[in-house]
């Protein structure tokens, strides 16, 4: 029996998750679950899946969850201090990193830090602190399994001797495949009129709203090459992109001989994450079984960087090295927010992107503390700048 902490519990990656587990209840027990501001899942969550822990990374939701689950005898806990304590459990065995942001990173460095099995959905972690998790995972013998659907679908490639972090043996590059968004074929003359609903409407995944933006300016795809370059440990210029529409194949390996060894199935996230959760064997999930006679056509293009300017930002990153990644990453994340809540257009998340990256010093990264410090001033800056669009 495995004893998981699932953080963003109450999101997507918590909703698949979770939807695992259920089917496996002599396999898995849920030791905690995090939630950060909808109080009433994570109470119809806690009082289903009965935790040891419930922690609320909100103020303002605390009390509710905590009135809601007293007579419960479930323990409720507030804020990321609390989160990464319980990650530090000596009996969990694996944590589940699905909070959206650079929110999840210090979580993602507590699991890291106690040596645990970190599945790992979010991206931001490793995009901002790439540098300094991977070594420490190495040092204090934490497995990382890649939840991001092409990142382990090329980690299903590698085969089950390849631990991540390893730079892979044989390998010449990687293709990451992207659906293209909702916006691939539509004219760049109409990008200025898209509306956050039409940009939240991915046409494959059913995902949150800041990932599913992300994969309407293809940033996501860029997050994900750079999120590529450190679990892969392989440069930005073997790790191609490949718009492929259908997204039915998930990414592929190009290996040295010609080879080329790809990852099949309906875009359901079921699929990536019990493959995590069991730890390489195969696990039964709730997803479809993949039927390539209706889906008939595989389509592949390349990346448009003229009008998806996003994805080369991320190869640009890659490219300065040091604090780039982490610049790159929170302005983007206040970008999309900003988008989200109609104060710039669809146009401008790049354009911003863009002016932030290429505005500030980059520096070596160095601490935890030292990108905390500049994802808060990033933001900060990147607020300025909405405010003077306006
Ligand atoms: N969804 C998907 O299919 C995929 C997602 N990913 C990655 O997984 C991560 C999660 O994505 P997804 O599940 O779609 O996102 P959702 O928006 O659906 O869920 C986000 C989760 O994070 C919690 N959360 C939000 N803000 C904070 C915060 N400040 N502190 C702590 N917790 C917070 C939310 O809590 P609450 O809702 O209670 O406020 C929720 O549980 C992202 O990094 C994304 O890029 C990667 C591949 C696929
Ligand atoms: C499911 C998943 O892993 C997402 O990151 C997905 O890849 C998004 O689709 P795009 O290819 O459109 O970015
Ligand atoms: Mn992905």
Redesign the pocket.
């Known amino acids: 029996m495995k004893q998981l902490a699932v953080l963003?519990?109450?999101?997507?990656?918590?909703d698949s998750t979770l939807a695992i587990i259920r089917k496996h209840p002599e396999k898995f027990k849920v030791f905690a679950l995090?939630?950060?501001?909808?109080a009433t899942?994570?109470i119809r969550l806690a009082l289903e899946f009965r935790p040891a822990v419930v922690c609320v990374?909100s103020e303002s939701a605390y009390p509710e969850v905590q009135q809601g689950l007293t007579a419960s005898g479930i323990e409720v806990t507030m804020g990321h201090e609390a989160l990464n304590q319980l990650v530090n459990e000596s009996v969990v065995d694996m944590v589940v990193a699905?909070?959206?942001?650079n929110?999840?990173m210090s979580s993602v460095m507590a699991a890291v830090d106690a040596g645990k099995t970190l599945l790992l959905?979010?991206?931001?972690s490793i995009v901002s602190a790439g540098e300094l998790v991977m070594p420490r995972a190495r040092e204090k013998g934490a497995r990382i399994i890649p939840?991001?659907?092409e990142h382990n679908a090329i980690y299903q490639c590698l085969g089950t001797s390849y631990q991540v972090g390893e730079r892979p043996v044989g390998v010449a590059s990687i293709t990451l495949t992207a659906s293209g968004g909702p916006f691939w074929e539509k004219p760049l003359a109409e990008f200025a009129s898209i509306t956050p609903e039409q940009a939240v409407a991915h046409p494959r995944?059913d995902?949150?709203?800041?990932?599913s933006v992300d994969s309407a300016t293809l940033m996501n795809k860029g997050l994900e090459v750079i999120e590529a370059h450190w679990l892969f440990n392989m440069p930005e210029t073997e790790i191609g992109v490949m718009v492929h529409p259908q997204s039915i194949i998930h990414s592929m390996v190009n290996y040295l001989d010609g080879s080329v060894l790809a990852q099949l199935g309906d875009p359901d996230?079921q699929i990536p994450i019990s493959f995590g959760l069991g730890l390489g064997q195969r696990i039964t999930n709730n997803a479809s079984f993949l039927d390539l006679l209706s889906v008939g056509q595989l389509q592949f293009t390349a990346a448009d960087d003229h009008k998806f300017p996003c994805l080369d930002l991320a190869r640009q990153a890659i490219r300065h090295g040091g604090t780039a990644a982490a610049i790159l990453n929170a302005a983007n994340e206040v970008t999309v927010k900003a988008f989200l809540n109609h104060q710039i257009g669809f146009l401008q998340i790049p354009e911003m992107n863009d002016k932030i990256l290429n505005s500030l010093p980059i520096e070596a990264v160095e601490s935890m503390a030292q990108l905390s410090e500049l994802d808060r001033r990033v933001r900060v800056l990147t607020q300025q700048l909405i405010k003077q669009a306006n």
């Open positions: 963003g519990a109450t999101g997507s990656i918590g995090s939630g950060h501001n909808n899942k994570l990374t699905g909070i959206v942001g929110a999840g959905a979010n991206k931001e939840l991001d659907s995944w995902m949150g709203a800041k990932i996230m």
